[in-house]
């Protein structure tokens, strides 16, 4: 049953983008921020994404109360526009790939929403300093002795050649390893904080998921106690 339901709406391949500008323009981030109430904010949102109807359209009043809260967030940790509206198109692509089918896809949606951070959010810092100051005297010499210049009467033995060859590969390598250390320190820099944004999200969404499951719980809780009342009257009849 499940693959017939899966036949009829295939779930899309989303793939992670850059989302500022997206969905809010700098012009109309302007003219969200000069929004000062609740009130003149949702109506700000609702011209924009054509949301007017929100007062009878459950949907719409669903949708509005999504990108309120959302503007609402970014306000209050002080985020530059460019942020907001990264934050805000992150928000609206994972509400419309979650909604998009029937089936349970909330395992795809997790993914999707951490790749979308992922591309918004990794930051590397890079606290050292490097100096080079050249080769030493001795390989520069060395680099010259090898190197062979035009017209000029190479009688050499071809295993001499092979040996200024490698010493002269060698002498090259030695040039490179400088920046060695540097490569691993950004890979380790930025595997750490790949890691560290991958535990803050899951322990967010944990945190959200027991919150919403025990406001459930109490909601469902005076629907089994009346149950329970007209159980008891019934019998006393």
């Keep these: 049953m499940a693959t017939e339901w899966e036949r009829l709406w295939p779930t899309k391949v989303h793939r992670a983008r850059i989302c500022l500008w997206r969905d809010l323009s700098m012009q109309q981030l302007e003219v969200i921020g000069k929004a000062q109430t609740g009130e003149e904010l949702k109506r700000v949102l609702a011209e924009l994404f054509s949301l007017t109807w929100a007062e009878i359209d459950q949907r719409s009043a669903i949708l509005l109360e999504l990108y309120y809260y959302t503007v609402l967030f970014c306000r209050e940790q002080g985020f530059s526009d460019a942020q907001t509206s990264c934050l805000f198109s992150i928000i609206k692509e994972t509400h419309e790939f ?5 089936l349970g896809n909330i395992e795809q949606c997790y993914n999707y929403f951490t790749e979308l951070l992922l591309c918004h959010t990794v930051r590397v810092r890079l606290d050292i300093s490097l100096s080079y100051c050249g ?3 001795s390989k ?10 035009p017209g000029f009467d190479d009688s050499s033995s071809p295993r001499e050649k092979e040996q200024a060859t490698a010493v002269a590969e060698e002498a090259a390598e030695e040039d490179e390893s400088p920046m060695a250390p540097l ?13 560290q944004l991958l535990s803050i999200v899951e322990e967010k969404l944990l945190a959200s998921e027991h919150n ?9 809780e005076p629907s089994s ?12 009849k």
């Design 98 to 102: 979650c909604i998009e089918t029937p």
């Design 183 to 195: 490569k691993n320190y950004i890979k380790a820099q930025l595997a750490l904080e790949v890691s």
């Design 225 to 236: 106690t009346k149950k329970s009342h007209g159980g008891s009257k019934g019998k006393r």
């Design 140 to 149: 520069i010499q060395l680099k010259r002795n090898v190197s062979v210049e």
């Design 135 to 137: 080769l030493s005297e």
């Design 212 to 220: 919403f499951s025990s406001k459930l719980a109490l909601l469902e």
